[in-house]
C-alpha cells in the first residue's frame, strides 16, 4: 500500500502559520485553473468560491486552499497570484475503479462490515479514506468478537489515474468469553451478577447463543444494567467506570467489569410541591407511595415510578403545559427527595406532520395520538402517543420532531421507519402428553391499515386443528377492535376419554379498554360440531353421540397490573368470563374466574398465588356435551396424569361440571451458577373436579386433589425446556398419578 502522503496537509499548516493579512485586497480580473483533468474549470471555480472581478484577501486565499482540500478530489492543490490573475494548480486524486473484499466468508458479516464503508467505486480516491475504512472493518469485526483480526490494503495504479484497491481481510477467531470476573465486588456473589449481564462464559453447550463470545456493544449494554442493578439496590453512589478483556489464549479471553459501590442509602423525607391552585387530594396514590417508601433502600425504579405516576395523574387530570423534577439531598446515609410540578408556558399544536409512512395509511398511526391539532400542547401526551406508535411494532423507529411558529404554537413532525410486518413461523413441541407440529403465517399491518392476518396449523396424534384469524385494532378510526375468525378442529379422544368430535365454526368479536387497564371483550360464536363415541363406550355417553349447532354470547374482563407480561416479579391480574347460550341444541353456561398476584419478597426470589374457578351447566334437561365438560389443566394440578382425574364412567374419565384450583409457587436461589439460563421453583398445587348431571351411579367424590414439588425451567437454544418433580399429597383411588412431566417447544 502507498505511504500516507502528508505534504498537502504540511503545506496547509505552514500556509496558515505564516499567512500575514494583505496590507491592501487586490482586485483579480482573470482565473487560470492548471492541473485538471478529469474535472472541469467550472467545477472547480465553484469549489474555490471565486469570481471575476474579485477582492482577494490572504483570508480569501486560506479559504481556496482548505475548500479544495475538503472536497477529496485533489492530491495537492497550489495558489498563487500573478498581476491581476488568480492560477490555481491542482494534481486530482485517482479515481477508483474497484474495490475487493476478501477474506470474509459470511455474506452476514460481510454485510454487516461493509454497512459503513465510506470509499465506492468510481469514487476519488483518498489515503486518508483508505485509513479510515480500514479501521470501520477492524472495528465492526470487534463488534462482532474477531478481537484477532487484521486488514491489509492493497492500492494497484492503473493507467488513466486510476486504481484498484484491494482489502485483504483475516477475520481470525471469535474470541470466546473464557471467564467473567467482577473486580471491586464484595457485596453480590459473581454468580449473582453473571444473571444480570448479557455475556455469558463460553460452554460447549451453548452452540447457538451468539453471547458467549466477546462483543463490544454487548459489553457497554451490561455496563449499564451491572449500575441499574446496583442503583435499585440500596447503591446511590456506583461507578461502573471500565470493562476490558484480558487475552487468555490466542482466542480466549477473561472479561473483567470493574465495579466501585460505597454504603447503602435509604429514603427518608419525601415531599410533594404543586402550583398553587392544585388539589392535593388528586394526588393521594403519590403520598402513599412516599409513605411506603420511607425508611427503605434506595432504588432508581422507585424514583421512576413515582414520576411515572406523577405524569399519569397530570394526563388524567388534563393538567396542561406541566414539567415534573425531582430535588435530591443526602445527610448521613438518608436521602430527601423533593417533587415538583411546575407549569410552563401554554401552546397550541399547530400541526402534526408524518414522514415515512410509505405502507402504513397515516389514519392508522393518528389514532394512536393522545393529542390532537389545535389541542394545548402536553409534552406528556405527545410521549404517550409515541409510545403508543412504537408499540404498533410496525415501525424500526419513531421519533419526533416539536418545532415552533412565530406565534410559540408547536408544529410537531413524526419520523417512523417501516419494516417487515410478515412471518412465517414453523414450531414444534414434545412433552410426556405427545408431539405437536404447528404453522403460523401472519401478516400485522395487512394493506397498510392495521389490520392484523393469523392463519394457524395445528397437527399432533390427538389433535387437527385449523384457523384464521384477522383483527382491526381501530375499527372505524376508534380505540375499539374487531375480530372475526373461523376454525376446523378434529379432536380424537376415543382411546383416553372415550369420544371423538368435530367441530367447524366462526367468531366476531370487539375488544376494548374499558377502565385503566380494564379490558373488556365482547365476542359472539357459533359451532357445528359432530360428536362420535368408542364401542366400548357407555350407555349413557352413546346418548351424546350426533350433531349440534351451538351459538354463544362471550363477555371477558381481564384486569392487568402486572410489571411486565414475561418473567412478572410485582403485581396481579383478575380475570372474568362467562359463555352465554344464545341458540344451541344444547343449551350449556360456562363461567369461571383467575387470579393471580406475584411478589419479590426478597432479592432473585419471586413468590405467586393463584387461584381459579370454572364451572359449567345445562340450563335444560340434557346432560352437557363430552367435549364441553372441564378437566383438570396439567399446569394446575403437576403429580398427575392429564385428564385422568375425577368422575369416571366405566373406564373413560368424562371430566366434571367444576373445577376449581390453588397454585403456590416461589422461585430458588440459583444454584448452578454456571447453568444462569435455568430457574428452580418449589411449588404446591391443590385442585379439585367434580360434577355429574347424568348419573348419580357414576363416582363423582368430589375430592381435593394436592401435591407437592420442584420445578425447573430450562431456556434451551431449542427453546424452553419444563421439568416437574411431584409427589402426590391427597387423591383419589380413581387418579392416575406421574411422578415426572417434561415439555419442550420453539419455534423456528
Do not use: C
Not at 176 to 188: A, E, H, L
Not at 425 to 442: K, M, N, V
Not at 443 to 470: A, C, H, M, V, W
Not at 579 to 607: A, C, D, H, I, Q
Amino acid at each position: 500500500m502507498q505511504k500516507i502522503n502528508y505534504k498537502s496537509y504540511i503545506l496547509i499548516i505552514l500556509f496558515y502559520l505564516s499567512s500575514i493579512t494583505l496590507s491592501n485586497s487586490q482586485i483579480i480580473k482573470a482565473i487560470e485553473i492548471i492541473g485538471n483533468e478529469r474535472i472541469s474549470e467550472e467545477t472547480i471555480i465553484i469549489f474555490s468560491s471565486v469570481s471575476t472581478p474579485d477582492n482577494i484577501t490572504q483570508n480569501k486565499l486560506n479559504n481556496i486552499l482548505k475548500d479544495l482540500y475538503e472536497t477529496n478530489y485533489f492530491e495537492d492543490v497550489n495558489v498563487e497570484i500573478s498581476e491581476e490573475k488568480i492560477i490555481i494548480t491542482v494534481k486530482e486524486n485517482p479515481i477508483v475503479e474497484n474495490i475487493n473484499f476478501d477474506g470474509i466468508k459470511s455474506k452476514t458479516i460481510k454485510n454487516q462490515v461493509l454497512k459503513n464503508i465510506k470509499l465506492k467505486s468510481r469514487s476519488s480516491y483518498n489515503e486518508f479514506m483508505i485509513e479510515r475504512d480500514k479501521n470501520s472493518i477492524i472495528s465492526s469485526l470487534k463488534n462482532l468478537g474477531y478481537y484477532q483480526s487484521k486488514v491489509d490494503v492493497f492500492v494497484e495504479e492503473l493507467l488513466d489515474n486510476k486504481v484498484n484497491i484491494d482489502f485483504k481481510i483475516d477475520i481470525g477467531s471469535k474470541a470466546k468469553i473464557k471467564k467473567i470476573s467482577f473486580v471491586g465486588n464484595k457485596i453480590f456473589k459473581d454468580s449473582k451478577l453473571k444473571n444480570i449481564i448479557l455475556s455469558e462464559e463460553y460452554k460447549f453447550w451453548k452452540f447457538i447463543s451468539g453471547k458467549k463470545y466477546l462483543n463490544q456493544n454487548i459489553v457497554d449494554f451490561d455496563l449499564r444494567l451491572l449500575r441499574n442493578f446496583y442503583l435499585n439496590k440500596g447503591y446511590y453512589n456506583v461507578s461502573i467506570n471500565s470493562s476490558f478483556a484480558r487475552l487468555i489464549s490466542s482466542d480466549e479471553f477473561e472479561l473483567i467489569y470493574n465495579i466501585e459501590a460505597n454504603d447503602i442509602i435509604y429514603f427518608n423525607n419525601i415531599d410533594l410541591k404543586l402550583p398553587s391552585d392544585y388539589n392535593k387530594k388528586n394526588f393521594k396514590k403519590i403520598f402513599k407511595l412516599f409513605s411506603s417508601l420511607k425508611g427503605s433502600k434506595y432504588s432508581i425504579n422507585s424514583i421512576e415510578k413515582i414520576l411515572n405516576e406523577i405524569d399519569k395523574i397530570s394526563v388524567s387530570e388534563q393538567f396542561q403545559s406541566v414539567r415534573s423534577t425531582v430535588e435530591e439531598q443526602i445527610d448521613n446515609g438518608l436521602l430527601d427527595l423533593t417533587f415538583k410540578i411546575e407549569e410552563t408556558d401554554k401552546f397550541f399544536v399547530k400541526k402534526i406532520n408524518i414522514f415515512g409512512n410509505n405502507v402504513t395509511e397515516e389514519t392508522v398511526i393518528r389514532n394512536k395520538l393522545e393529542i390532537d391539532e389545535g389541542d394545548p400542547f402536553n409534552e406528556l401526551l405527545l410521549t404517550k402517543s409515541i409510545n403508543n406508535i412504537k408499540g404498533m411494532n410496525f415501525f424500526r423507529s419513531v421519533k419526533e420532531e416539536i418545532l415552533s411558529n412565530e406565534n410559540m404554537d408547536k408544529i410537531i413532525n413524526i419520523y417512523v421507519d417501516e419494516k417487515p410486518t410478515g412471518e412465517i413461523a414453523a414450531g414444534a413441541g414434545y412433552g410426556t402428553d405427545g408431539s405437536t407440529i404447528f404453522f403460523t403465517i401472519s401478516e400485522n399491518n395487512y394493506l397498510g391499515k392495521g389490520i392484523d392476518l393469523d392463519t394457524n396449523l395445528e397437527l399432533s396424534p390427538q389433535r387437527i386443528k385449523g384457523s384464521f384469524r384477522t383483527t382491526n385494532p381501530n375499527y372505524k378510526n376508534t380505540d375499539n377492535s374487531l375480530s372475526f375468525s373461523v376454525e376446523a378442529d378434529e379432536i380424537d379422544q376415543l382411546s383416553n376419554f372415550g369420544y371423538k368430535s368435530n367441530k367447524t365454526g366462526f367468531s366476531l368479536g370487539t375488544k376494548f379498554e374499558y377502565f385503566n387497564d380494564l379490558f373488556l371483550t365482547l365476542s359472539s360464536s357459533s359451532y357445528y360440531e359432530t360428536i362420535e363415541t368408542d364401542s366400548t363406550a357407555s350407555t349413557r355417553q352413546k346418548k351424546q353421540e350426533g350433531d349440534y349447532f351451538d351459538s354463544f354470547l362471550n363477555v371477558d374482563f381481564f384486569h392487568d397490573k402486572r410489571n411486565q407480561k414475561f418473567k412478572t416479579s410485582e403485581g396481579y391480574y383478575n380475570n372474568y368470563f362467562v359463555n352465554l347460550p344464545v341458540l344451541s341444541t344444547n343449551y350449556s353456561l360456562t363461567s369461571g374466574y383467575n387470579y393471580k398476584y406475584y411478589s419479590e419478597l426478597y432479592e432473585n426470589n419471586v413468590s405467586s398465588i393463584g387461584f381459579s374457578v370454572k364451572g359449567t351447566s345445562s340450563l335444560t334437561d340434557k346432560d352437557v356435551k363430552l367435549s364441553e365438560r372441564l378437566y383438570i389443566p396439567s399446569n394446575k394440578l403437576r403429580g398427575f396424569v392429564r385428564g385422568k382425574v375425577g368422575p369416571k364412567d366405566g373406564d373413560d374419565y368424562i371430566g366434571g361440571n367444576f373445577i376449581t384450583s390453588l397454585n403456590v409457587s416461589s422461585t430458588l436461589p440459583q444454584i448452578l451458577s454456571n447453568l444462569q439460563t435455568v430457574d428452580f421453583l418449589v411449588f404446591f398445587d391443590a385442585a379439585n373436579v367434580w360434577g355429574v348431571d347424568y348419573d348419580s351411579t357414576i363416582d363423582d367424590s368430589n375430592q381435593i386433589r394436592s401435591s407437592f414439588g420442584l420445578g425447573v425451567d430450562w431456556f434451551t437454544p431449542i427453546g424452553p425446556l419444563n421439568f416437574s418433580f411431584a409427589q402426590d399429597l391427597s387423591k383419589h383411588k380413581n387418579d392416575k398419578t406421574e411422578s415426572f412431566r417434561f415439555n419442550l417447544g420453539t419455534t423456528f
